[in-house]
């Protein structure tokens, strides 16, 4: 079966169902039977819309689905597929521009956050792919990040995005993703080269190990709606965002400076855990699950629309692509 893009005659109609928690909405957008191709570009100006209005949208029931012509329709959208440079979390690539969506182990929440907010340039648009639905939850929950920037106490979110954050990585170790896989490359200079382009500051360590240090923001404005998001990973980065035996048992092992991650204000200044204690309270407020079907694609917007992970057991295939790279 071919992979080519199709022309549709005209655009094929918004979604008839919605999703939604809260200020969380995902539309969801169900395949017609006369129109079922998801490669019919019919149905970008309809996305489009959605992603302006809802951040995202949920496309479902489409034929043939699979990999291929999930990366297929990802690339319609006319910009190039992102590779997953300084990354957080682990990830294996599936075929160029396609990754996991994360290695992370299944009995582990993986919390709300937009894609790459804890540095300084970013994917504008992000695709989920499900190709094996979990059996037992799993779900990609998504909350919209400007009902969060309006839900953080005002005075908190003047104190954040005032002062902004900088984030601390030590990589290796056994401890966390090594800098040869953050990076890409086993030459040092390489990884210099990026940290100098894009303002992290960094150094290596008497063990050989590297350690970064990247000031950015704790709040963003959309370049094309013009609306406030809170935009950042404080609330995964902190030390506060583990469990209390592992926080410890990390501290036994290690200095603060050298914890595999943490976020402290841009001077420097350490962040309350009580402050991201209420940052974690309002993105639980507007956080939508929705079960997962084989096929489902999923579109956001990374500046509108947090995703996250529940924990899940049995098989789960969640597939993902990133494009139109944007700095602060």
């Not at 704790?218 to 980065?237: C, I, K, M, S, Y």
């Not at 917007?301 to 057991?313: C, E, I, K, Q, V």
């Given at each position: 079966?071919?992979?080519?893009?199709?022309?549709?005659?005209?655009?094929?109609?918004?979604?008839?169902?919605?999703?939604?928690?809260?200020r969380t909405r995902l539309p969801v957008m169900n395949a017609p039977a006369d129109a079922s191709d998801i490669l019919d570009r019919g149905w970008h100006a309809s996305i489009q819309k959605h992603l302006a209005r809802d951040g995202g949208v949920l496309l479902r029931g489409f034929a043939d689905m699979s990999?291929?012509?999930?990366?297929?329709?990802?690339?319609?959208?006319?910009?190039?597929?992102?590779?997953?440079?300084?990354?957080?979390?682990?990830?294996?690539?599936?075929?160029?521009?396609?990754y996991s969506s994360t290695d992370y182990p299944a009995h582990q929440w993986i919390p709300q956050h937009n894609e790459q907010a804890y540095t300084t340039n970013w994917p504008m648009k992000i695709w989920f792919y499900c190709d094996i639905a979990p059996g037992d939850r799993g779900e990609t929950p998504v909350a919209d990040a400007r009902a969060v920037y309006q839900g953080i106490d005002p005075?908190?979110?003047?104190?954040?995005?005032?002062?902004?954050?900088?984030?601390?990585?030590n990589y290796g170790g056994g401890l966390d993703l090594?800098?040869?896989?953050?990076f890409n490359t086993e030459d040092t200079a390489v990884a210099e080269a990026y940290c100098r382009a894009h303002q992290i500051e960094w150094e290596w360590k008497e063990d050989g190990d590297l350690r970064t240090r990247q000031i950015c923001q704790?709040?963003?404005?959309?370049?094309?709606?013009?609306?406030?998001?809170?935009?950042?990973?404080?609330?995964?980065?902190h030390v506060s965002s583990l469990e209390d035996a592992t926080r410890e048992a990390l501290l036994d092992l290690v200095e603060e400076e050298d914890l595999p991650r943490n976020v402290y204000y841009g001077d420097g200044t350490p962040i309350a855990d009580a402050e991201l204690d209420s940052v974690r309270a309002v993105y639980d407020a507007h956080r939508l699950d929705f079960a997962w079907q084989r096929g489902d694609v999923m579109m956001l917007?990374?500046?509108?629309?947090?995703?996250?992970?529940?924990?899940?057991?049995g098989p789960r295939r969640i597939v993902v692509a990133m494009a139109e790279a944007h700095g602060a």
């Open positions: 079966m071919s992979n080519d893009i199709r022309e549709a005659p005209a655009e094929i109609q918004l979604a008839d169902t919605v999703f939604q928690r809260g990999i291929e012509r999930f990366h297929e329709f990802a690339k319609s959208f006319g910009s190039p597929l992102l590779s997953y440079e300084f990354g957080s979390t682990p990830r294996s690539e599936v075929t160029k521009g396609v005075a908190l979110r003047e104190h954040f995005a005032s002062r902004k954050l900088m984030y601390v990585r090594s800098w040869q896989q953050v704790a709040v963003a404005r959309h370049p094309r709606t013009g609306e406030d998001v809170w935009f950042n990973q404080a609330h995964l980065f917007d990374n500046m509108l629309l947090t995703h996250g992970r529940a924990p899940f057991s």
